[in-house]
């Protein structure tokens, strides 16, 4: 399936549909993946050694999160809340690296990018002749690597600070919803001249408390989170003002609390050994 369509500018554009589309099976398959998960890691436990914290360990984790913007990201949106998953791999030594995926929603844009739209009463008129449902939400998305350190608050165990730093590509943009879809000035291809399509390089750092039980059923971190997005508008026009998009870098930064349920999996253990 293709994600990326070509404009007339033949730059790769992140194609808004599929977006959505992806969108939608988030919140679809979202619990099915971590109640999946959550019944492979019960299983690894199952088979666990008791007191292997010092071995290397692989996680994976759910999130939740608030966040409020701050630079040129503040101008186009205010708060917005955030679900990630990640994967990672945390060494005997208590290095972390691993992968993570979050997902940003929020109701609250600044920018009326369909203002061109409306008549005078500020209500926008459909294909239906009545008026039309338009509400306008913020959507992003960050994908990246970290890397960091946990620092143990004791010796054989996996509960203390958590301090890492990620490298990834940051996107986000306006979706308009249509909820009765009367609007064929925002289908297809049009909505590319609504959306303000936002991306670029980000880096992510992450401090907070990081727990581990020794009985590995309450696993979990908690904590700040740090964004700093050095990114452009991809769009060339805006059509609210028929104006070229400003192409200027823009600096999106985000800061905000984020907490996680670990699924912890044990792969460095030895079976333990029964002696008769």
Do not use: C
Not at 15 to 38: C, G, H, P, R, T
Not at 246 to 260: S, W, Y
Request: proline share 2%; glycine share 10%.
């Amino acid at each position: 399936m293709n994600y990326w369509i070509k404009t007339l500018d033949s730059k790769p554009k992140l194609n808004i549909d599929i977006a959505v589309k992806l969108e939608s099976m988030f919140y679809k398959y979202a619990a099915l993946i971590f109640f999946i998960a959550l019944s492979f890691s019960s299983r690894a436990q199952e088979k666990q050694k008791k007191g292997a914290l010092g071995v290397g360990m692989t996680n994976f984790s759910f999130g939740y999160g608030l966040e409020f913007p701050h630079g040129d990201l503040s101008d186009r949106f205010g708060r917005n809340f955030k679900f990630t998953v990640g994967a990672e791999r945390i060494t005997a030594s208590n290095w972390i690296y691993g992968l993570e995926f979050s997902f940003m929603f929020g109701d609250t844009v600044k920018e009326d990018v369909v203002s061109n739209l409306r008549l005078s009463n500020g209500n926008i008129l459909g294909a239906d002749n009545s008026y039309a449902e338009v509400f306008q939400r913020q959507r992003g998305v960050f994908f990246g690597a970290n890397f960091g350190k946990l620092i143990p608050f004791k010796s054989n165990s996996r509960s203390g600070i958590r301090i890492t730093g990620a490298l990834g590509l940051f996107a986000h943009y306006v979706r308009v919803q249509d909820e009765v879809q009367s609007l064929p000035q925002i289908e297809g291809e049009y909505i590319k001249g609504y959306d303000r399509l936002t991306r670029g390089l980000a880096l992510r750092e992450f401090i907070g408390y990081h727990h581990i039980s020794q009985d590995t059923r309450l696993n979990f971190y908690i904590g700040i989170e740090f964004t700093q997005g050095f990114t452009s508008n991809v769009r060339d026009v805006n059509f609210n003002t028929g104006l070229p998009a400003n192409k200027d870098r823009r600096f999106d930064g985000l800061v905000g609390l984020k907490a996680a349920i670990i699924l912890p999996f044990y792969g460095d253990y030895e079976d333990e050994e029964i002696f008769y």
